[in-house]
């Protein structure tokens, strides 16, 4: 059973020498319990934030324990009345191979299901995100225009989807040509522009004429800072994810912005919110999850997945999430299914 803890806290970007691989006997499960072989490990931008001490929404990974994560397991012994071997799960069993649980928070899976993995995805508490931050913060009304950031992503690439099933002009901001390409001719974007471009600001506005009525808050940044003038009054923004800061270790350097964001929230009565997905919203996973996948079936939302093989590369696969090294929904290829 080989497991990955957190060996260290980073100071600023984790480094492969922050984990440890280690191997220990797979456990047994006692009565009332399942063995789960995990098959899939979904890394996340949240695990950053558990790799850090100090106050956040959920507490953090101790030194030494396994790496949290969401999961597709196998049942591979089953001492539980509900399940039996051969049964699929998700859960959150970390980043390990094995996991004995007595079933709390295990979700069962349709065995039959042609890639459990989208379960960690777009069918998944990413895809989750993107519906109820876009439908319900972002509220966009047909013809309005949509941004959204890190758009070739697990979360952006579904909300810019689903932002054009309601009619919406919709323009990402991801990083390099390739990603921007793929915005644009895979996933129906109207364009998209790469962050990392020295006129991005000026590149932003010429693709949003009219203004940006919903952004889509993934990332933070320069890209905030491109998009902040161009927002329309009563522009809505739903604050999902601050990844370019992930790794900040003190407020970044420059002139106070503060005044500068908090007046044009005020004078263009924009509204901002953030939100936890299930914390804010668990009770309406059963209404994303059928119209989710109706969309996924009829291909009105294609899949983005970056699958890579092999628990051990798990370290370097995250530390690449931080820097956009991943194309799709990151998913570790544990096992075969
Ligand atoms: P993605 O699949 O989008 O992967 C992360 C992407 O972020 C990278 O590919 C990269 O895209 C972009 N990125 C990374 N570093 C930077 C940087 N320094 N500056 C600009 N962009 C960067 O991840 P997810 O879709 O899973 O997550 C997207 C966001 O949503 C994250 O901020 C995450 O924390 C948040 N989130 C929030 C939830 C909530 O409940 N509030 C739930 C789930 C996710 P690119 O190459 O295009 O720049």
Known sequence: ????????????????????????????????????????????????????????????????????????????????????????????????????????????????????????????????????????????????????????????SVVGQIAKLKGCRVVGIAGGAEKCSVAVEELGFDACIDHRADDLNEQLAAVCPDGIDVYFENVGGRVFDAVLPLLNAKARVPLCGLIAHYNDTELPPGPDRLPLLTKTLLTKRIKMQGFIIFDDYAPRYPEFAAEMTEWVKAGKVRVREDMVQGLENAPEAFIGLLEGRNNGKLVIRVADP
């Open 1 to 156: 059973n080989r497991r990955i803890l957190l060996n260290a806290r980073p100071h600023g970007a984790p480094k492969p020498t922050d984990f440890r691989l280690e191997e220990t006997e797979v456990p047994t499960p006692g009565k009332g319990e399942v063995l789960l072989r995990t098959l899939y490990l979904s890394l996340d931008p949240y695990m950053r934030g558990r790799m850090s001490e100090g106050p956040s929404y959920a507490p953090p990974v101790e030194l030494n324990a396994v790496m949290v994560g969401g999961t597709v397991s196998r049942v591979e012994q089953s001492r539980h009345p509900d399940y039996s071997e051969g049964d699929l799960v998700l859960g959150y069993s970390g980043w390990q191979d094995y996991a004995v649980s007595d079933g709390t928070g295990l979700v069962r899976l349709d065995s039959g299901m042609e890639r459990p993995s989208l379960a960690l995805g777009v069918l998944g508490m990413p895809g989750f995100t993107a519906y109820m931050g876009l439908l319900d913060i972002g509220r966009p009304q047909p013809g309005e225009t949509v941004a959204v950031a890190a758009s070739t992503g697990a979360v952006g």
